[in-house]
């Protein structure tokens, strides 16, 4: 069945890095754009990031451009979020999703999320 699982998040200083993993199974991974997008304590859900199935095309929210990059390896079926110059209120669970063809029908799938704190 389709699968997604993150991993990589953690706790980091304002100004910090991580990078965000997520390896994907159970559906034919190049043939779909994947998202990133997070939830905020009290903050609506957020797309973060959106990448094509190839790769060649990526956009951001406006909150993170120039500091966040998407990126995936279709031989690893794996998408990765790099977050640079970290900011508290990018504290959040980071989850990655597609919406999967299966059959006639279009079905959303998510993993269950990484956390990201972001704090001094």
């Known amino acids: 069945q389709v699968q997604f699982v993150e991993s990589g998040g953690g706790l980091v200083q304002p100004g910090g890095s991580l990078r965000l993993s997520c390896a994907a199974s159970g559906f034919t991974f190049s043939g779909y754009p994947i998202n990133w997008y997070r939830q905020g304590p009290g903050k609506e859900r957020e797309l973060v990031a959106i990448i094509s199935n190839t790769g060649y095309s990526t956009n951001y929210a406006d909150s993170v451009k120039g500091r966040f990059a998407i990126s995936r390896d279709n031989a690893k079926n794996t998408v990765y979020l790099q977050m640079n110059s970290l900011k508290p209120e990018d504290t959040g669970v980071y989850y990655c999703?597609?919406?999967?063809?299966?059959?006639?029908?279009?079905?959303?799938?998510r993993g269950q999320g990484t956390q990201v704190t972001v704090s001094s």
């Open positions: 999703s597609a919406v999967i063809l299966e059959g006639t029908e279009w079905n959303p799938y």
